[in-house]
């Protein structure tokens, strides 16, 4: 049955060769940790920590500032070291981002002096990369120690005969490769190369571990479990293990081998039964303690680290997590800081982590590389499923003219690298529990390579599934994969990829996941320009997708494309932008690039609008109603666990109306069902707010109303007159002497630069791809009518006091048209200071910093300067523009104020002395937004028809047609400013 789950000390000795040949090196991994010392651990064990006897401090960070240079000597030596120019650079960190225009297949060389202390000495030395883009050279004291190739895997080099006691020099030659396997450079658009991750300098005895696997294998009623160390010692025969195991409160656990002598260098295994241990799983992520200590003629070390107790196991169509169903809420994660590139630290591997936590995701995929361990150590600890993928990456499928096509999946001479890299990522991070499934690659064309890879994999870790996409290149007779992979499923199940088709988001006798599904908008360049509700309205995809995916048995989950936006910020002027970097379908306005702003939070780690939906369509704590219309002093709420191993009775449910408030006593709803919530309220109560909490952490939150008591809204009034001119000018003829409505213009798109032929506001239209092959128009008193192919389009205007009122019908067919918007637009005078609104929304509940709230009061000039490279000071909504998107341009209005509000209720401009209202009808679909124009000019856009047809990659679309008897009215009041909405 189970399951590694610790992988301490890695694999001595093992050749990854640099092309036809390569350099030896001993790649060793000594986890993280010792308590102290081992004699003292008898109370609960401390953080993680490693320790060698006698050595003061035996890992090193060699992070910092080095040398570097853009053109090495010919021929390296000491001499000619001296004599090149070298500047200052950040280690780790990309070379591009910090201004050095490297190109592919060139050579770039680092220099750093670092100190051996006097008390490594005796021991083995070794110099640990854990990433390095993509090939690597290293130099110690003028001798080559070894080299590596890969640029996110953790390597180890032996340079115990290469050191001296004090300084010493270290070379590290890097070249970012144009074939490289993994294309990292490809979707970042710009080179990557350089030392991405931390560089250490360790010491050990030269007796030690080269291995330490740890298993657990619960019994049949996963109650009580096996627990193994498997192990292999490396030096002298003689060695002695001590071993202690504390439980997640920190209490010892009773071993009954917990000490053993090793007199044989070969594999051994140490077996403990553990009665009834605390099991793991992302809903409750209980870690235990492990301690050990190695003791030999040569030296003593310790370690330790904290491993989970949990099995996966793959049933029929199932994915199990000791022994039942998971559903897999995910989302795919880059590597990314806006000005540190492709590379993480310590405190954006936490943001990850608690954000991802916090927006309802239980499963990362490391997209499209192996992440840092420490990236893994908190989803061990914060609870989150991870698929762990090696670098191979579009290999014969669609990387662009800037990479080298060939066909690496069946070149041998690309075995070694494909293997090499692979093996590193399953030796160093076998052990975590979070790391459920094992991906070969993301979007390649099967292979030799692959088929070796995924032989390899099962050999070395059986007891995890191994994952493969693209699934529709394999033929029939091979066998890569134990999940079957996906990619980016219509919204209504269905996907058809290469040979592999699917309905219902499954396929029988398989478990099927889609781990790259509805993708955030980005690709839709133009609308994400001026228009950021799209990424609201995008929640409506995720969904509809996931509540599909959730109650369909076989259906195992799916990961969102992407956790984070994938835009790097270049520093200005660098040479070679649009080059032989910066070279994209889409044309980049700025040295901002990448492929585009995916994520659900931006590389500033700021939630977007994405975040939101994200968190509610993934609530494990799902409700069904928005209403109630019976009012009794009892009310049930319909309900659905949409945890896999949490009951309602773990978590808090807090209740509030306007009366009284409380939290929900007994509420018991096991994982997976459904049932209902009972709530007191009390005559009168007008609605319930609901919030669910599991331990400290909000899950999710709902209003739910309990009767109509919103009165109509009535802005008239008999006092203040509309005035419209000749020139179809809008006055408030008590009040301003200035215009407050310009003039209107159509926008069909072939009537875009017409006047308006009558001054009255008219119809406007956008449609995508729209091809208006004839149109007219004309005007009679307060109609004007437009003939647009077959079809009759009339807006009449009427104005009562202070009400003008919109009246747009179409009589008629117009063909060929994918709705985008219907609806009005006005020009106003530009004398409005704040914007405030009222809506309904998708969700019942929405923050109010968040793009999408349901009300909300905005200053219209309450925007924050945005620097290049500099983090921004305000919440994202506020921003006025994208680096990525809009260049160096400053549009004049935050993002909150420009997109579409959908369903308002009310939505008001507001001046000095006056202001523009419009309500809403009494079918909520009504949307406005307001722009300022290329000339300038503000606009009021009013819309009763409202789509994203170009979102695309399998998201909801509301696939609108323009119906022949189409009708609507929009209503606006001017009136003096009053009292505040």
Sequence with gaps: MNLNLIWLTKLAGRRFPLSQSGIKGDLFILVLSFVASFSSCTDKPGPSSYSVEGVAKAEILLNGAWDFTLTPPETYSAETMAKTHWQKVKVPGGLMMQGFPIRHDSTYLYKKQFEVPADFMGHKILLRFDGVYSEAKVWVNSHLAGDHLGGFTRWELDVTDRVNKGTNELWVE????????????????????????????????????SHFYVETNFDDAYQNAELTFDIEPVGTKDLALDFQLFDPKGNPVLLGSGQIEITARSKQQVKNTIVSPIKWDAEHPNLYWLIVKVSSPGGTYSFSEQIGFREIEVIDDQLMVNGSPVKLRGANRHDIHPTLGRMTTRTLDSLDVMLAKEAN?????????????????????????????????????????????????????????????????????????????????????????????????????????????????????????????????????????????????????????????????????????????????WAESIDRMWSSIFNTKGALGASIWCFVDETFMIPENTPGYKEWWGRHHYDFPFYTVGYGEWGIIDTWRRKKPEFWGTKKAYSPAKLFIDSIKTIENLVTIPAQNRFDHTDFSELTINYRT?????????????????????????????????????????????????????????????????????????????????????????????????????????????????????????TNGSVTTYKIQDAYVKLRTSISGNEITFDLSIDGTITDQAVREIGIELSLVDMFDSLSWERGGYWTKY???????????????????????????????????????????????????????????????????????????????????????????????????????????????????????????????????????
């Design 847 to 981: 923050p109010g910093y968040d793009l999408g709230a349901l009300k909300g009061k905005i200053l219209l000039n309450d925007a924050n300067e945005q620097v290049y490279r500099q983090q921004p000071g305000q919440n994202w909504a506020m921003d006025t523009k994208s680096f990525y998107y809009h260049g160096n341009a400053t549009p004049p209005l935050p993002y909150r104020t420009t997109s579409y509000k959908e369903n308002i209720k009310t939505y008001s401009l507001l001046g000095e002395d006056f202001q523009i209202s419009v309500v809403g009808n009494d079918s909520n679909e009504t949307s406005a937004r307001i722009f300022y124009d290329e000339h300038g000019e503000l606009k009021l856009r009013l819309v009763s028809m409202l789509d994203y047809p170009n979102l695309a990659w399998g998201n909801y679309m509301r696939n609108l047609d323009v119906p022949d008897d189409y009708s609507a009215q929009f209503k606006l009041y001017l009136e003096k400013r009053g009292a505040e909405l």
């Design 658 to 778: 306007h009366q009284s408030e409380g939290t929900l006593p007994g509420v018991s709803l096991r994982p997976h069902e459904y049932g209902s919530i009972p709530v007191p309220i009390n005559q009168g109560d007008e609605f319930i707010e609901l919030d669910f909490y599991k331990g400290n952490r909000l899950i999710d939150t709902y209003f739910i109303a309990l009767a109509n008591h919103d009165d109509p809204v009535d802005f008239s009034n008999d006092e203040v007159k509309a005035q419209v001119n000749p020139g179809g000018q809008v006055f408030m003829g008590d009040v301003s002497s200035k215009p407050i409505i310009k003039h209107a213009k159509p926008l069909t798109s072939t009537l875009s630069d017409q006047k308006s032929p009558g001054g009255v506001p008219l119809f406007f239209n956008w449609m995508d791809n729209a091809k208006v092959e004839s149109a007219s128009s004309g």
């Design 174 to 209: 890097v070249k970012d490769r144009w074939d490289d396997i993994s294309w990292a450079s490809g979707y970042a658009k710009h080179q990557i190369g350089g030392i991405l991750r931390d560089v250490t300098l360790r010491a050990i005895p030269k007796s030690h571990l």
């Design 361 to 537: 995701i239980n499963w990362i995929r490391t997209s499209h590389y192996p992440p840092s361990d420490y990236f893994l150590q908190l989803c061990d600890r914060e609870g989150i499923y991870v698929e762990d993928e090696t670098a191979v990456c579009f290999v014969q499928t669609y990387r662009d003219e800037n990479y080298k096509p060939d066909a690496f999946h069946n070149d041998p001479a690309y075995t070694d690298w494909f293997l090499g890299q692979m093996e590193e990522m399953v030796h160093w991070h076998r052990n975590h529990p979070s790391v459920i499934i094992w991906s070969i690659g993301n979007e390649n064309s099967y292979g030799t390579n692959f088929q070796k890879s995924y032989d390899r994999i099962k050999e070395l870790d059986p007891s995890r599934p191994a994952i493969f996409s693209f699934p529709g290149t394999v033929p029939d007779s091979a066998k890569v994969y134990d999940i079957l992979s996906i990619h980016y499923v219509n919204y209504d199940g269905t996907r058809s990829e290469w040979t592999k088709s699917i309905t219902n988001f499954s396929e029988p006798g398989i478990p099927t996941v889609h781990d790259e599904y509805a993708h955030v908008a980005c690709y839709n360049v133009e609308t994400l320009r001026e228009d950021a509700n799209v990424r609201v309205f």
